[in-house]
């Protein structure tokens, strides 16, 4: 009965590291994942019944059970449960340690671990829980993003803790009669600083790609900030250019004006004008940091033939800084062109709507397909998850500064796929962040009243 509980414990673990450790997702066909089920309780069965847990066998259901259970590359797959094999059975030897240590220095005489395993096998969960919630889901950073040196590191330092503390544990259990229980003490806080280890080289990882994010975040608006700089810089160069040749242009002007040449001067004024309408602001928004950042984006989709539009003013400054609005209406902006030129007819639509004490931006753009995703959680569809996605949480971030909300859809409106995003920023949003978070208003199902 034992083997089929270890293959049971097992199989919840695997299940649990790659699901949420590694963000991989369930085959959809049911087929498979019963398959899956099927194939680690049989195994279960033959070791019970056989008396055995051959490590050929241990090797083989896990491998074909992750393989069937979970949606991935077949060489990924079988090299991620190969490694989870080894991996697990350190933390699971390290759990067993433990509690032998506790019970043979309180005096047990017997060394038989059978029944010893299922408290092993949760403490060990207790470790991987432990792991998820303080480390994995607090910095929003999983084991998929954690760089090949520092996997490689976790197994080695795991394999080479296992090598001391199964020597260490074979004497300690031949010769336990001559030690007291400080020794077990001691030997019980050591397999429990081996775990921490694990926590530490962890952790350093996780600060390593902390800082490669905020590295990518940094040079990421700094390009934004840099975009936006030169077509500024063609914007003044033209008017210069313009004003240089004004004199030249009142000249012509007064001459034909002399001549009596009515329609030509209007003409000459007409054309005037045109080429003074390329460099002036074409969408006034209220906010004048705002201006620049829409404006810019007007340019961009002019040039890739994207409909873009801007609905609403707002009646005066939004209460963000600077740096903040590039950030928000930057990201927003830029993943709504990449998502929208990909499509057949590409539009993007901004809606600024004031309420009393809320601005309500809403971004709409066309997609090729509806996006299948929980409403109001925001992630990237490209498949390079390491180096995009960080902009969609700077958008999250910046709005949760401000007190703010956000709220995503995907959605077929008039027979077309459409992703929006709408934001509410409260107006006294300068005050930064001292709403608690389960006292804000969302306010969305109010967004449209009186309009």
Known sequence: MIYIIDNIANYFLYLFIIHYGFRISPRKNRLFIGASVWIMLSVGVINAYFDTNSPIVYIVWSVFSICLFFEDSLGHLLILSAALMYFTGIVDTFSVMLIQIVLIGGGVGSTDITWWMEPAYLLS?????LIYLCLFQKNDVYL????LKYKF???IQGGIFQLFYDFVFVFFEENHARYGLDAYVVFSISIVGAIYSIFLTLGLAIRNILSDR????LQSFMHMQKQQYDYQLQQSAAVRRFKHDLVNHIGVLRELANQKRTEEVKEYIDTIWHIQDEFDLKIHTGDSSLDVIVNYYLYLAAKENIDFAVSGKLTGKMGLEMFDITILMGNILQNSMEAAVQTVTPEI??????????IFIVVSNSVVEKINQPKGF????????ANHGFGLQNIAATVEKYSGEYYTESIVENGKAVFRISIAIPKDGVQKNTIPKDKRRTGYENMYCGR
């Open 125 to 129: 969960f207790l470790v991987y829980l």
């Open 144 to 147: 998929c993003d954690i760089k």
């Open 153 to 155: 590191a976790l197994l």
């Open 214 to 217: 905020q590295n990518r975040e």
């Open 349 to 358: 639509q901004v809606e600024l709507i004031e309420h009393k004490k809320e």
């Open 378 to 385: 925001l992630m990237t569809s490209k498949a390079d998850t």
